[in-house]
């Protein structure tokens, strides 16, 4: 429908522009997309004017005005799925590395100041945007603050947060060589006098998640982790067992993403399996970067 069409190209228009804003300066477009692109406009040079319905079939026939990059291999594009209502985004060329501060400077003080969840605007204490080196190679990604970093402003720093580090350490790195994001930005609020947190909403995770996207497209770290099954929803744009996928590769474009366990499962459930579970993951995430593994790194969580 021509309402339809509308509306996306003015999704697309409004994306853009938030790309532009943050110092993006190339967008890649295939030939396909550009010749839908222009369709729109043919039917205005033709001398007749054209029955209500014949403009439908155009517009119902025009592909999509900006599609990924048909460059990159099929496998992934149809892996990575946009949650509903989110305008599809187009493949942005890398950023220099001397470029990168600034453009997450400039997206931190946009969300910093996000008002699009009144409840959770209301109730937060700050916006926890995210924590690392914008040129990582390794980008962790989580669910959403809890309590411990609504109050200090940084992604995993309660309990969980500290066996996360823990866990990175471990790996040879540390918070300050990789990059910490969560898909919310805001602490999902709670009803008064309860304690603990809760899980974002599909909804609001489709509202929060184009600013994760953009810190992706930013660092365009080679690896990514996602913490939990609430991660690799949002990155993927719906519900997937982490018990069924943790371990097992997925593909968000281009990038390499490791699902697994978030690290308050492993608080909840101290069985030393599962903890071997979790590093075997990283361990596939090192071996995927070509870090240099030691044979006591190799046999931690062995016995049991
Ligand atoms: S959760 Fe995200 S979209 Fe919602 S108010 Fe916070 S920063 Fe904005």
């Not at 339809?4 to 003015?10: F, K, M, R, S, V």
């Not at 947190?197 to 930013?218: D, F, G, S």
Request: aromatic share 6%.
């Amino acid at each position: 429908m021509p309402g339809e069409y509308d509306q996306l190209l003015e999704a697309t228009i409004e994306h853009l522009q938030q790309l532009k804003a943050h110092g993006t300066r190339f967008v890649t477009v295939d030939t396909a997309a550009l010749k839908a692109l222009t369709a729109p406009v043919a039917p205005a040079k033709a001398p007749a004017p054209r029955s209500l319905s014949a403009q439908a079939q155009t517009v119902a026939a025009a592909p999509a005005p900006v599609t990924p990059n048909t460059a990159a291999p099929v496998k992934e594009r149809s892996v990575f799925a946009p949650a509903a209502g989110i305008p599809p985004e187009p493949v942005i060329e890398p950023l220099a590395p001397e470029a990168k501060p600034a453009a997450m400077a400039e997206l931190r003080a946009r969300a910093s100041i996000c008002v699009k969840c009144p409840s959770l605007v209301a109730a937060r204490t700050q916006v926890v945007f995210g924590v690392g080196d914008v040129n990582a190679e390794l980008m962790f990604v989580g669910e959403a603050p809890g309590a411990d970093e609504d109050a200090q402003g940084e992604p995993f720093v309660g309990a969980a947060g500290q066996l996360l580090t823990k866990i990175i350490q471990t790996m040879g790195q540390s918070r300050e060589t990789v990059y910490i994001g969560n898909i919310l930005k805001c602490r999902p609020d709670m009803p008064p006098g309860a304690s603990g947190n809760r899980k974002p909403t599909p909804a609001e995770m489709r509202t929060c998640i184009p600013y994760l996207h953009e810190q992706i497209n930013i660092i365009r770290p080679r690896v990514m982790v996602a913490l939990g099954a609430t991660a690799v929803e949002g990155l993927f744009g719906k519900p997937i067992p982490i018990t069924k996928q943790r371990g097992n590769w997925m593909t968000y474009r281009d990038i390499p993403v490791m699902p697994t366990f978030h690290p308050a499962y492993l608080l909840r459930n101290q069985a030393m399996s599962e903890k071997r579970k979790v590093w075997e993951d990283m361990l596939a995430v090192m071996e995927r970067l070509g870090l240099e593994i030691s044979e006591k790194q190799r046999g931690y969580f062995l016995r049991g």
